[in-house]
């Protein structure tokens, strides 16, 4: 569907931190009008304030009925935001959540009975529009609820559909964590570099773009990762020797990954518990 057809009905965005705001910046640039949309937001950026301006309903009375109402808030806020939504819980609306583990029956339970609730973990590259959302709805959203998320998703990324919300606290590991392990590995090349004697400037300029490049390579030739690797590693050579060190079996990157990324996903399911 196109945003656009979202303007009768409107929208609702409780919350608008960086997530938000990017969510809010894609909608608007595929068409959605300002005035449709309705943010609660106690502390409105300038941004915000100047899209009032333009027609944005900020900190306004909801709407009657909205299309969808997008719960942008951190989780530990949820308690609290859900209240102002409830009355919505059985007007239709579609309940489109972003909160890390806030699982739908904790949704369900404040809205009502038959809400219809779509759970979505998208991830920080989502600010410059190249996030992956990763969805999964209640029976009562529906096809047509999916549908929906997907289109609001995509406006800032890719989007995937799990097969049940059980998987969300692994996607939560990997894809919405992720990008944090991938600063990291950015940190942990350059102080490597410059450790070895170069500028610290030209170690992090070095690392950044190393990374970046292999991220869009990775993406855009279709390879497996496993051959990229091996077509980039001379037997003897420089790549082997570091390989060598980050491929250890007990102290290695995978090893280490794999703990990572077990640590997060069991934050995540005792937030969702």
């Known amino acids: 569907m196109q945003l656009s057809d979202l303007s009768r009905r409107g929208l609702v965005l409780l919350g608008c931190g960086k997530?938000?705001?990017a969510l809010l910046e894609g909608w608007l640039a595929r068409g959605l009008a300002p005035a449709a949309v309705t943010v609660l937001e106690p502390r409105p950026a300038p941004r915000l304030t100047a899209l009032a301006g333009e027609g944005l309903r900020l900190n306004a009375d909801l709407p009657e009925a909205p299309a969808v109402a997008v719960l942008a808030v951190k989780p530990q806020?949820?308690?609290?935001?859900?209240?102002?939504?409830?009355a919505l819980g059985a007007s239709g609306t579609l309940f489109l959540s972003i909160a890390a583990g806030t699982p739908i029956a904790r949704l369900e339970g404040a809205l009502g009975a038959g809400s219809r609730v779509v759970r979505a973990m998208p991830n920080t590259p989502a600010a410059v529009g190249h996030g992956i959302t990763a969805l999964v709805g209640n029976a009562a959203a529906g096809a047509a609820g999916i549908?929906?998320?997907?289109?609001?998703?995509?406006?800032?990324?890719?989007?995937?559909?799990?097969?049940?919300?059980?998987e969300m606290d692994a996607v939560t590991a990997v894809s919405g964590s992720g990008p944090a392990y991938v600063f990291l590995l950015i940190e942990a090349l350059a102080a490597a570099g410059e450790a070895e004697g170069l500028d610290a400037g030209l170690a992090l300029r070095l690392a950044r773009a190393s990374v970046a490049g292999?991220?869009?390579?990775?993406?855009?030739?279709?390879?497996?990762?496993?051959?990229?690797?091996?077509?980039?590693?001379?037997p003897g050579g420089t790549t082997a020797a570091a390989l060598a060190v980050l491929m250890d079996e007990t102290g290695g990157l995978p090893a280490l990954m794999r703990r990572a990324v077990t640590a997060a996903a069991a934050r995540s399911r005792e937030l969702g518990g």
């Open 77 to 86: 806020m949820m308690g609290e935001a859900l209240p102002r939504l409830s």
């Open 214 to 234: 292999a991220g869009a390579l990775a993406e855009s030739s279709g390879a497996a990762p496993a051959e990229l690797r091996v077509n980039v590693t001379s």
């Open 19 to 21: 997530m938000g705001t």
């Open 147 to 166: 549908a929906l998320a997907e289109a609001l998703m995509q406006a800032v990324g890719e989007t995937v559909r799990l097969g049940s919300e059980a």
